[in-house]
């Protein structure tokens, strides 16, 4: 079974950081991208950063560049958020996602549950 | 940066309405379309991807159409599992989701 466990969530104060981890089962890690998403309290869905099969290649979305990095961890079958210089707007759910086909631009087939990042002071 | 535009926001219906989604893109994505669905405090769940092609165990009265910039998500029967938030996401550069439309019992 496929499955993707996100963990490292939970309250921080602004500018402070975080680092999210998604730890991925089922299929063979090293083939896929992979990517995360984040939706703000009753608000919809924000994609934020991909990194490629091997993990020498990222994206960030705007609203995260040169604050958030993606990575990757083939060995640990792990996909990685360091999250920096926090503001509340990044107050949020943070999804791990997988491509269907692996492609680095592809639809979510599967999605972790997500993990809560509070930034507040 | 691709902007996709959901209509309508909210939807008001009942079970077995035909319900009509549609999604506008501002540029052409040819058919990198996605279609999720989320319940509240769950994942989103990919009901089509390809902008037509329904993933394996989703009930045939969803489907996808459409091409270039415009995209319409149908439910032929609203079932009471599906009242629910879709939200359609292009993958043609990079990502980007609409802003949702939540259907709602009328």
């Known amino acids: 079974e496929v499955q993707l466990v996100e963990s490292g969530g939970g309250l921080v104060q602004p500018g402070g950081s975080l680092r999210l981890s998604c730890a991925a089962s089922?299929?063979?890690?090293?083939?896929?991208?992979m990517s995360w998403v984040r939706q703000a309290p009753g608000k919809g869905l924000e994609w934020i950063a991909s990194?490629?099969?091997?993990?020498?290649?990222?994206d960030h979305a705007n609203s995260v560049r040169g604050r958030f990095t993606i990575s990757k961890d083939t060995s640990k079958n792990t996909v990685f958020l360091q999250m920096n210089s926090l503001r509340g707007e990044d107050t949020a759910i943070y999804y791990c996602?997988?491509?269907?086909?692996?492609?680095?631009?592809?639809?979510?087939?599967?999605w972790g549950q997500g993990t809560m990042v509070t930034v507040s002071s | 940066d691709i902007q996709m535009t959901q209509s309508p926001s909210t939807l008001s219906a009942s079970v077995g309405d035909r319900v009509t989604i549609t999604c506008r893109a501002s540029q052409s994505i040819s058919t990198w379309l996605a279609w999720y669905q989320q319940k509240p405090g769950k994942a989103p769940k990919l009901l089509i991807s390809k902008a037509s092609s329904l993933e394996s165990g989703v009930p045939s009265r969803f489907s996808g159409s459409g091409s270039g910039t415009e995209f319409t998500l149908v439910i032929s029967s609203l079932q009471p599992d599906d009242f629910a938030t879709y939200y359609c996401?292009?993958?043609?550069?990079?990502?980007?989701f609409g802003q949702g439309t939540k259907v709602e019992v009328k």
């Open positions: 996602a997988k491509p269907q086909h692996g492609y680095h631009l592809d639809a979510f087939d599967t």
């Open positions: 990194v490629s099969d091997r993990g020498r290649g990222t």
């Open positions: 996401q292009q993958y043609s550069s990079y990502y980007m």
């Open positions: 089922g299929f063979t890690f090293s083939s896929f991208a």
